[in-house]
């Protein structure tokens, strides 16, 4: 709830058009949820490799749409951008170590 008055008061501060923005930071939440269950819960590195890719490209969408409405606002979600880039690499090789053996 404390994001979702975030991004609200992001909105209702700028005037911009909040659909767009609740979308697209609902969405990489709901990605974000779901990548735990797919690696972890039911041990599909595969499935979580492409994924952590879609989290990252909606992460990305995210960051861009925040940008244009508050720079600070855009640049706070940087190290996350990063962080999800780290973990797609561990990822990625956790799945091509897993699938030789």
């Not at 819960?41 to 994924?51: G, N, S, T």
């Not at 890719?53 to 951008?81: M, Q, R």
Request: one cysteine or more; proline letters at 4%; glycine letters at 8%.
């Amino acid at each position: 709830m404390g994001f979702r008055t975030c991004v609200d008061n992001l909105i209702n501060l700028h005037g911009c058009s909040s659909g767009v923005i609740a979308i697209l930071f609902g969405g990489q939440l709901i990605l974000n949820l779901l990548w735990p269950y797919l690696f972890f819960y039911i041990r599909r590195p595969d499935l979580a490799f492409y994924e952590i890719g879609a989290l990252w490209i909606s992460i990305l969408a995210t960051l861009i749409s925040f940008w244009k409405v508050n720079p600070i606002a855009g640049g706070l979600l940087v190290p996350y951008l990063f962080w999800v880039l780290f973990a797609s690499y561990l990822n990625g090789k956790i799945w091509q170590l897993n699938r030789s053996s």
